[in-house]
C-alpha cells in the first residue's frame, strides 16, 4: 500500500506527541513492507509564492517538504486570518498527488495545510484520514484553551478573536519554519515572553475569524474518516462540526511503549507524587501546585520534571527537563505520576509511558488517555483528587498495553474500509 501522511515534521526540529506517534507510525508501515511518504510544511521561499515540493529519502521513508506552506500556528493563536487563507492553484497538488499515487492520505493536523490539498484528494477520489492529536481547525490554537478556560462548549468566532490576543505576527510565526528553528526555540525559552509576544493595535475583525472558521469547516468536511484517539476528542469533535462524521475511537501508542521490568520497591515513610511536563495552565500545572499546598509534608514527597526551572514553589522538587535517555531513573523516584490537565486532551502520551514503567496514574477527567484506566483511577476536581490520593491503593493495577506493530494493523484497518 503505498500511505502519504502529512505531519509537522521531525525530530529535532519538531517534538511531542504528534511528532512521536507519526513518526513511529510510518516507521512501522515501512517496517511492514507498504511505502511510505510524509509531506509535512518546509520554508517559505522568497523568490516565488508557488508551492513546491522537495523530496528527500531517509530512513526508508520519502520526506517531502511543502514549501510555501500556510503559517504554523503552533501556539497563541493567530493574528491575521487573512494569512491562513491564502489560495493556491489546484493543479500544483494535483501534479503532487498524480506523481505519488497514494492509496490513502493519513492526516495528523491541518496546521500548515492549503484548503486546496483536500480538493484535489476529493477529486482524485483519494480516501483521507484525520487523527485528533489536538483541535487546531476547530481553534486557532492547538489546545482549545485560552489562557485561562477550555472555551470549547462555546466556539464562537469572538472568542477565536479572544484566544489569538496575544498571537504572533505571522513573519515571527514563519520562524518555525526556519532551518533555524532549533536554535531559536532554545533562545525563546530564556526570554520573557514580554519580548516574544508583541500586542498588535490594529487586531483583525470578528469577521475574519469567522471567516477563518468557515475555511477550517471545509477542510474537515473533506476527510473522508476520523480517528479519535480517545472519547474525549471525539466529544469535542462532534460537538464543534454541524455535519455528520464518519469516525472512530482508537487509543493510540508508540514504539517507546512496552512493559518495563522494574525493581519492586516499598513505599518510602514519605510517597513521591510526580508531574511531568510544562509549566502551563492548560496542563494543570497550578493544579499539582495547590496539592503540594494542602496535603501533609510529612507524608508526601511532590515532583515536578520536564520544564526549565525559573521559580521556587512550597513543597515542590523540581528536577527540570531531562533526556529520554533519563526515563527509568525519572520514574523510578515516583510512586504516582498526577496528570492534571485543564484542556480536553486528546490523549496523552505521558499515561502509556508511565504505565509502562509500572507506575500507577491519577488523571482528570478530561484527559483522554482515561479511556484505558479503571474509573477509581480517575478524578473529576481538585477536591475529588486530594480525596482519591488520600486512599489511594499503590499497588500496581497492570493495564493492557498494545505495542506500534498491533496499532499499525488497527490503522491498515481503518484504511482498507
Known amino acids: 500500500m503505498k500511505i502519504l501522511h502529512y505531519t509537522l515534521g521531525f525530530e529535532p526540529a519538531r517534538s511531542g506527541g504528534l511528532i512521536n506517534y507519526a513518526t513511529d507510525l510510518m516507521q512501522e ?52 486570518p487573512t494569512d491562513f487563507m491564502t489560495p493556491v492553484e489546484v493543479v500544483n497538488y494535483l501534479a503532487f498527488l498524480k506523481k505519488i499515487q497514494p492509496d490513502v492520505v493519513h492526516l495528523h493536523t491541518l496546521m500548515g495545510l492549503h484548503l486546496e490539498f483536500l480538493e484535489a484528494c476529493r477529486q482524485l477520489n483519494i480516501p483521507t484520514i484525520f487523527t485528533s492529536h489536538d483541535y487546531f481547525g476547530l481553534a486557532p490554537e492547538p489546545n482549545f484553551f485560552d489562557g485561562k478556560t477550555s472555551y470549547h462548549q462555546d466556539n464562537t468566532a469572538l472568542n477565536w478573536q479572544k484566544a489569538s490576543e496575544d498571537a504572533w505576527s505571522t513573519e515571527k510565526l514563519r520562524l518555525f519554519q526556519s532551518r533555524f528553528y532549533p536554535l531559536i526555540r532554545t533562545m525563546g525559552r530564556r526570554l520573557p515572553q514580554s519580548k516574544l509576544i508583541q500586542q498588535d493595535p490594529f487586531f483583525a475583525k470578528k469577521t475574519e475569524y469567522q471567516a477563518l472558521k468557515s475555511y477550517y469547516l471545509k477542510m474537515f468536511r473533506l476527510i473522508t474518516k476520523f480517528h479519535f484517539n480517545s472519547q474525549v476528542a471525539e466529544s469535542v469533535y462532534r460537538k464543534n462540526l454541524p455535519f455528520r462524521i464518519n469516525g472512530q475511537v482508537l487509543s493510540i501508542t508508540t514504539n517507546n511503549i512496552y ?31 495547590q496539592l503540594a499546598k494542602v496535603l501533609p509534608t510529612e507524608k508526601y514527597r511532590f515532583h515536578t520534571f520536564g520544564y526549565a526551572v525559573k521559580n521556587s514553589y512550597f513543597n515542590i522538587h523540581q528536577h527540570g527537563r531531562f533526556e529520554k535517555a533519563d526515563l527509568a531513573a525519572v520514574y523510578h523516584q515516583i510512586d504516582l505520576l498526577i496528570v492534571p490537565s ?55 493495577s497492570p493495564v493492557h498495553l498494545k505495542d506500534i506493530s498491533q496499532h499499525s494493523e488497527e490503522i491498515l484497518t481503518l484504511y482498507r474500509r
Open 259 to 289: 512493559p518495563r521490568t522494574m525493581a519492586q520497591k516499598e513505599l518510602a515513610e514519605k510517597i513521591n507524587v510526580a508531574y511531568i511536563g510544562p509549566a502551563k495552565k492548560f496542563k494543570g500545572f497550578a493544579d499539582f501546585l
Open 29 to 80: 508501515q515501512h517496517h511492514s513492507g507498504h511505502q511510505v511518504f510524509a509531506l509535512y510544511p518546509g520554508k517559505k521561499l522568497l523568490t516565488s509564492q508557488k508551492i513546491k515540493f522537495s523530496f528527500l529519502q531517509k530512513e526508508g521513508i520519502t520526506r517531502i517538504a511543502l514549501r510555501n506552506s500556510l503559517p504554523l500556528a503552533l501556539f497563541g493563536g493567530i493574528k491575521s
Open 342 to 396: 485543564q484542556w480536553q486532551e486528546t490523549f496523552g502520551l505521558i499515561v502509556l509511558e508511565a504505565l509502562s514503567f509500572q507506575i500507577p496514574v491519577l488523571v482528570s477527567e478530561k484527559v483522554g488517555a482515561k479511556d484505558i484506566l479503571p474509573n477509581h483511577w480517575q478524578y473529576k476536581n481538585l477536591s475529588d483528587l486530594i480525596e482519591k490520593l488520600k486512599k489511594f491503593d499503590f499497588t500496581f
